[in-house]
């Protein structure tokens, strides 16, 4: 071979090389350039393809970065759907980075948060709406473990407590229901329950009865006291007569004013009505209120009515006579003020 002609296959082994090298040294910077937007979340729902990968990473970080985390992620030869879960993309990180999260599905855990809720369906909406399962997903769950768990229907809210707890967004509703279960029973140990017990009351029945004394009053050092004032009506066998009890029967809680008309609902919330404690709470109550009222001292209280001056605090009675005194200020307040 001429010497001419060897130099040739040198020099474009060389050219090559430079090209190479230059293509693959563009590649690196193209792959590892840092993210410089503000915190995004990424939501991958499951089977999602690669243009709509794409199309996600788009919308959420800008065509050019996501261009790159595609490149980079094509570059591993993974399949799209392998990056299903919820990322929180943080200033600087790379492409590549980002990509190695999508394909290892390191996903960032989410924080779901619930509070102030009446109902199993309001919890199934609020947890759902942060979650990648539905609401009917959530209602399923609950119909399907709580029951195993000694729960009815109506005392599903004692169930859970409102708080914030992490999970990974892809988690299932059945594994949800059954972690948030844990927190409550973890919350029951067997000193609680003992407390309970020496109340004559069971821990959904504290949640029942707790829930109540949490819609009467906004003033949470009187909820123990009025915790105590419904269980010494519950022990004298006498009717709640709890007003929160007769807007949960009729599922309007706008109601300021409780008339001799709401009174006549027939159902077993309305404590007017019947005896004893309702089916189940009428609210999702807070691990605080079970822990004052669980270490409240006794009170021989039986009756209460707001105070008229309106600040939503309560004046007590032991009889009724001073308990009439008491509802007539307020009445006549309530009446000064066209609350009807």
């Given at each position: 071979m ?6 040739i296959?040198?020099?474009?082994i060389?050219v090559l090389?430079i ?8 590649l690196?910077?193209?792959v590892?350039?840092s993210?410089?937007?503000?915190p995004?979340?990424v939501y991958?729902?499951?089977?999602t393809n690669?243009?709509?990968?794409t199309?996600?990473?788009r919308?959420r ?7 790159r ?16 879960g919820?990322y ?7 492409p ?7 394909i ?6 989410i ?5 102030n ?5 309001q919890?199934?909406?609020r ?9 009917e ?14 729960f ?10 409102p708080?914030?707890y ?6 299932p ?17 067997d ?7 020496a ?10 009865i ?7 009053t ?8 009025v ?6 009506r ?5 009717k709640?007569?709890a ?9 309007d809680f706008s109601?300021r ?9 027939n ?11 309702p ?7 807070e691990?605080?209120t079970?822990?004052?009222?669980l270490?409240?001292p ?14 939503g605090r ?19 307040e ?5 609350i009807?």
């Open positions: 001429k010497k001419t002609s060897i130099k296959i040198i020099a474009a060389v090389g090209i190479g090298g230059g293509y693959a040294y563009y690196w910077r193209y590892n350039s993210y410089s937007g503000e995004t979340w991958v729902p499951a089977g690669s243009d709509a990968l199309d996600t990473l919308l970080l800008g065509d050019n970065m996501a261009d985390i595609m490149t980079a992620y094509k570059v591993a030869e993974k399949e799209s759907s392998d990056a299903h919820a929180l993309i943080e200033p600087g990180e790379t590549k980075e980002i990509a190695r999260r999508l290892r599905r390191r996903q960032t855990p924080k779901v948060t619930f509070n809720l009446r109902t199993a369906d919890l199934a909406e947890v759902a709406s942060q979650m990648e399962f539905s609401p997903d959530f209602r399923t769950a609950m119909a399907e473990v709580l029951p195993d768990a000694g009815k229907t109506e005392e599903f809210v004692a169930a859970f407590f708080d914030t992490e999970f990974y967004w892809t988690t509703a059945p594994e949800a229901v059954k972690r948030l279960l844990k927190y409550r029973n973890d919350f029951w140990n000193a609680r329950r003992a407390q309970a017990s109340l004559g009351l069971t821990p959904v029945k504290v949640h029942t707790c829930s109540i004394a949490e819609d009467e906004n003033a949470r050092d009187e909820r123990p006291t915790a105590r004032l419904y269980l010494n519950v022990r004298k066998g006498m709640l007569q007003d929160p009890t007769v807007k949960f029967a009729l599922g109601i004013r409780v008339l001799n008309k709401h009174l006549e609902t159902s077993p919330y309305n404590t007017y009505r019947v005896n004893g404690l089916p189940g709470p009428i609210r999702i109550v691990r605080r079970i822990e004052d009222f270490a409240a006794d009170n021989d209280y039986i009756y209460m009515c707001a105070k008229e001056d309106f600040s309560h004046n007590f009675a032991r009889d009724y006579q001073t308990h009439q005194v008491n509802a007539r200020k307020y009445q006549q309530l009446n000064k003020r066209n009807k």
